[in-house]
């Protein structure tokens, strides 16, 4: 039924929007300004060292994903106890990857639901600015690369009524994000090809940055929460031990491969 709904909902013209001259968009660029760039994490890790993220099982277990959530994000934070099903039904409503959408809530504010940084709100710090322009009588509106042309496409998105305030709303905030992370799996490429980007892995990315990805190492966070979730959820087995220099080796933590930017002595999340 979400399904029907979503294709119901998702209108693509049939004509381009225009002859569009070159090096110009038909939007105004999407960004984070409050966003700085870890240089040093850089240095850490290029895309080319990570394997291909697993995928999710097409059907979750409601149950499972509720007790595997707990442990990544205790409810405890939130203050309600059906969190996960409204990560599903969001996740649902609009096709993404529940998986995603819940590790969305734990590295942007740590499940809470008033966090306000980074220029967004809410569980997922979802960003205001990011559907100003785009969001008018409850349609998002915006532009894939088909050739040389921009295609204008639309979602509808009336179920609420936008407002920055509204993203703390738990149900609302899920709502959006999760409208918002099908916008940018299909508006990927485009965006890649338009803007100059640093290379990533994922379109969550662009969920982080905006248009132009400057920065690797909050995607390559969202991602391990991502692994970790799967990894309880019991959808992914746990990293093998490897034998290095006649020593067994074994991850002692969860999502692995992961990367340690951190010292003995700091602290670890």
């Not at 013209?13 to 300004?33: F, L, N, V, Y």
């Not at 936008?162 to 299909?186: K, M, Q, S, V, W």
Request: proline share 7%; with cysteine; net charge neutral.
């Amino acid at each position: 039924m979400f399904r029907a709904l979503l294709f119901s909902f998702l209108l693509s013209s049939t004509g381009a929007t225009g002859a569009i001259p070159d090096g110009t968009i038909p939007w105004t660029e999407r960004k984070r300004p409050e966003l700085e760039v870890n240089r040093a994490a850089l240095e850490r890790a290029t895309v080319e060292d990570w394997p291909e993220e697993p995928a999710s099982p097409k059907v979750v277990d409601a149950k499972r994903f509720a007790e595997a959530y707990e442990e990544l994000c205790s409810t405890k934070r939130t203050g309600d106890p059906e969190l996960s099903s409204k990560i599903l039904n969001a996740a649902n409503e609009f096709d993404v990857d529940p998986f995603l959408l819940a590790a969305l809530t734990y590295r942007m504010s740590r499940c809470t639901p008033d966090k306000e940084a980074m220029g967004g709100r809410g569980l997922t710090l979802a960003a205001p600015s990011f559907f100003r322009g785009h969001l008018r009588d409850g349609v998002y509106r915006y532009h894939t690369k088909r050739g040389e042309r921009f295609i204008e496409k639309h979602l509808r998105l009336d179920r609420y009524r936008f407002g920055p305030e509204r993203l703390r709303r738990i149900e609302e905030n899920l709502y959006f994000t999760a409208a918002y992370l099908h916008i940018l799996e299909d508006q990927h490429e485009t965006l890649d090809a338009v803007f100059e980007q640093v290379p990533h892995r994922s379109a969550v990315a662009h969920f982080v940055w905006g248009d132009r990805v400057r920065g690797r190492r909050i995607e390559d966070r969202i991602l391990t929460d991502r692994r970790r979730l799967l990894e309880i959820y019991g959808a992914i087995p746990p990293a093998k031990p490897i034998v290095r220099y006649g020593a067994t080796l074994g991850p002692p933590l969860e999502g692995s491969p992961r990367v340690i930017t951190s010292f003995p002595g700091d602290p670890r999340d």
